[in-house]
């Protein structure tokens, strides 16, 4: 009798995956770049129980979005297997979320015909340790009884001030908050016009990642190549800006304000995401990228790379050239 043939599985793409969750977020009235980070034990940070490492770019997202939509309190996550090596369980008809990381390939290069490494995505699953029998959740829910109620504050400034190549920051009494490549500063409302401590953190956090794709810095072509106002790499630099003060926000020990987006801020992230299927993971990565830099971090965090101890790689593509910048300004909010 002849065997049955089975066709081939259709191959994941991790790419799109990403982008339909983060779509699906935006189509439900949320922005899940505003706030990833959600209350909890521990500091708020998604982390990798074993290896104790925090979880990174997209990552953060992903982990940070399903923790707010299942209701889970640890921070913390484990792979299946880790989880039974410390004779844990995962419960029944619980769900995996998705980990991605990079991976390199070694092939030759068909001109030269020397090695030359390809970075690839891949992922793998973890899980909540709320979703897992016999594991011991670290942490409680810390006692903010006797706390600095402006502790939190204290934190970011630390931050700002820590930034050891950081822009000039202008408090100029202007209404609106932004970034001039062109002079390399910052320019803020005062203080006391926003509405809270954390809504000034969080817009001043925006501005400061525009700045770290100074050529001076990371070099996203920002003071060099300039984008049109609208176009992909304009709105791929506003996405860094937007998860780099939300992974910012989170270092400082604070949330970002919950803002009401308007219809059509959201519109236009689901119009620019459903055209650029790998927008969203190339920017988290860019946005980690600038947040290393202002934090003054360079280390590798084990929690993202896979299991068997591969080693992570972010690539970042330069931003394209867009108008001639001889005499041009641009201002980036």
């Given amino acids: ?68 939509e299942a209701g889970f309190s640890s921070d913390y996550w484990m792979t299946y297997r880790q989880a039974q ?33 390809i970075p690839m995505l891949k992922h793998y699953t973890a899980f909540n340790v709320e979703q897992i029998d016999g594991i011991e959740i670290p942490d409680a829910s810390p006692d903010l009884s006797d706390a600095e109620p402006f502790e939190p504050i204290i934190e970011a400034e630390r931050i700002v001030t820590g930034y050891r190549d950081k822009p000039s920051i202008e408090h100029d009494g202007g209404k609106r908050a932004f970034y ?79 803002i009401e987006q308007s219809a059509s801020y959201l519109q236009s992230w689901i119009d620019v995401l459903k055209g650029d299927s790998k927008l969203v993971i190339g920017a988290a990565g860019a946005a980690q990228k600038a947040v290393d830099h202002i934090l003054g971090e360079t280390f590798q965090d084990a929690a993202n790379v896979a299991p068997t101890k591969n080693k992570p790689v972010t690539t970042e593509s330069t931003v394209a050239a867009g108008t001639d910048t001889n005499s041009a300004q641009l201002d980036l909010f």
């Avoid at 104790?52 to 990552?59: D, E, F, L, S, T």
Wanted: aromatic share 8%; net charge positive; with cysteine.
């Fill in 1 to 68: 009798m002849a065997k049955k043939k089975h066709g081939n599985k259709p191959k994941r793409d991790i790419y799109q995956e990403v982008t339909d969750r983060i779509i699906g977020y935006l189509e439900q009235g949320t922005a899940p770049w505003g706030n990833p980070i959600r209350g909890g034990t521990g500091d708020g940070w998604p982390k990798n129980l074993e290896s104790g490492k925090r979880y990174r770019g997209i990552n953060v997202l992903l982990l940070g979005m399903r923790s707010f």
């Fill in 180 to 258: 001039r490549p062109g002079t390399d500063g910052v320019h803020m409302p005062k203080p006391e016009k926003f509405d809270s401590p954390e809504n000034y953190y969080s817009v001043l956090f925006h501005e400061l990642t525009h700045s770290s794709g100074h050529s001076s810095r990371l070099n996203r072509g920002l003071d060099t190549e300039l984008a049109p106002f609208g176009s992909p790499d304009y709105s791929r630099e506003e996405l860094i800006a937007e998860m780099g003060a939300a992974f910012l926000c989170a270092a400082s020990g604070i949330s970002p304000p919950t």
């Fill in 85 to 117: 090596a410390k004779n844990g369980q995962v419960k029944k008809g619980e769900k995996g979320s998705l980990v991605t990381f990079w991976k390199m390939y070694t092939t030759q290069d068909k001109v030269s015909g020397e090695p030359i490494e």
